[in-house]
């Protein structure tokens, strides 16, 4: 099994910034994809970033954060961040980190947090 584990959220004012951090821990052989979703009150959950790690490691944003926020990774740490700046009041959601991968007994994984709170005040 590979564990989640989410920091960082909390309340902050229009404009202001959090960074959020999820490090993962467990059977873990490879990490294929970290990112970040949300969800907001009565909406689905969707995806705010993810970064591929591969040879060709891409990053995807969704269009309603580029420019504000930053997906970065410390593969040493098993540990992905999610910078957020410029925070609106319709950022407001609870943040969950997402790692998929290979666990050391060649299964794949699809592993969530357990969510974090952001909360943005107008």
């Known amino acids: 099994q590979v564990q989640l584990v989410e920091s960082g959220g909390g309340l902050v004012q229009t404009g202001g910034s959090l960074r959020l951090s999820c490090a993962a821990s467990?059977?873990?052989?490879?990490?294929?994809?970290m990112g970040w979703y949300r969800q907001a009150p009565g909406k689905q959950r969707e995806l705010v970033a993810r970064?591929?790690?591969?040879?060709?490691?891409?990053?995807t944003y969704a269009d309603s954060v580029k420019g504000r926020f930053t997906i970065s990774r410390d593969n040493a740490k098993n540990t992905v961040y999610l910078q957020m700046n410029s925070l609106k009041p319709e950022d407001t959601a609870v943040y969950y980190c997402?790692?998929?991968?290979?666990?050391?007994?060649?299964?794949?994984?699809?592993?969530w947090g357990q969510g974090t709170q952001v909360t943005v005040s107008s």
């Open positions: 467990g059977s873990i052989f490879t990490i294929n994809t």
């Open positions: 997402n790692f998929r991968g290979i666990e050391r007994h060649y299964f794949a994984y699809d592993s």
């Open positions: 970064t591929t790690i591969t040879s060709t490691a891409t990053t």
